[in-house]
């Protein structure tokens, strides 16, 4: 349940205690000072048995009212900015504000993604900019991929990374920022998200069946492990976001998926300088 849901059913399940704990009460009367019929006694339980059920039923029927009442993106912990929903609102009239408005909120913003291509990187940062990725390589047969991997962490400032090595913790400073909003340059030779910023890419944008905005960019700087064709897409609401990268009919070979949430604070081991 979302923040705004929490303390309606902490007061709830108070009560719902205190009406156990009353019902307890009843018993340990009962088993020093008998009550005068068993009768009486036995219609007094089930009266208040019932009670019981009926009050537990109201509580469901209230706290099932709260949950739907909690809009999507504050149960998410997140609500974004009227300027960054409003912007994302005109897509279509002006999608260069749009993604402008969106990525420069969107970066700055604790979030979760799964990057797949040759090998998958599960990932999280938190709100103080820690990075915490999980790289899982192929399996041999080149179905799925592994089920353990190695785990990097990389602090604030991108350049410190600390990682296993040799069975110990080790850490130096030749990092590199791994923010997928902020940090595309590491295999993309522009923005994907705001490929206006870059002279000369041919770029069409369009409102999916989904409701997304999308953002389509010809890759004429060409380099290595780059695809030809980088589509870049936003939710309506600006928690969900995607990053593909395709040849030109339409093949995927990267994709990225990431969604804006609260992160807990990343535990980072402590470590070593590397030895090289």
Known sequence: MGMLGAPAR????????????????????????????????????RYL?????????VVSIAAMATVMSVPAAQADGIAPPATVTSALA????????AMSTWS??????PMRWTFVAIDRSVCAIDSAG?????????NPNGKGFMTTG????????????????NGRWVYNDVGTNVNPVTATGNFVPYDPWNPWLTKGIPVTTSIGKDGWAEVTSTNVKGGDDTTAVYVTRVSPDGLKAQLLGESTAGEVSISEDIVITPVPTI????ASKQKL
């Open 267 to 270: 535990t980072v081991p402590k």
């Open 150 to 165: 190695d785990t990097t962490y990389t602090m604030p400032n991108h350049k410190r990374q600390i990682f296993n090595w």
């Open 104 to 109: 420069a909120w969107a970066g700055r913003q």
């Open 49 to 57: 048995r019932a009670m019981r059920f009926r009050f537990l039923t």
């Open 130 to 138: 820690v990075s915490r990725c999980r790289s899982y390589d192929r």
């Open 10 to 45: 902490q007061k709830r399940n108070g009560a719902v205690a205190q009406l156990v704990a009353h019902l307890h009460g009843m018993e340990g009367v009962r088993g020093s000072n008998p009550l005068s019929s068993t009768s009486t006694s036995r219609h007094l339980w």
């Open 90 to 97: 005109t897509f279509a009239a002006n999608p260069q504000a």
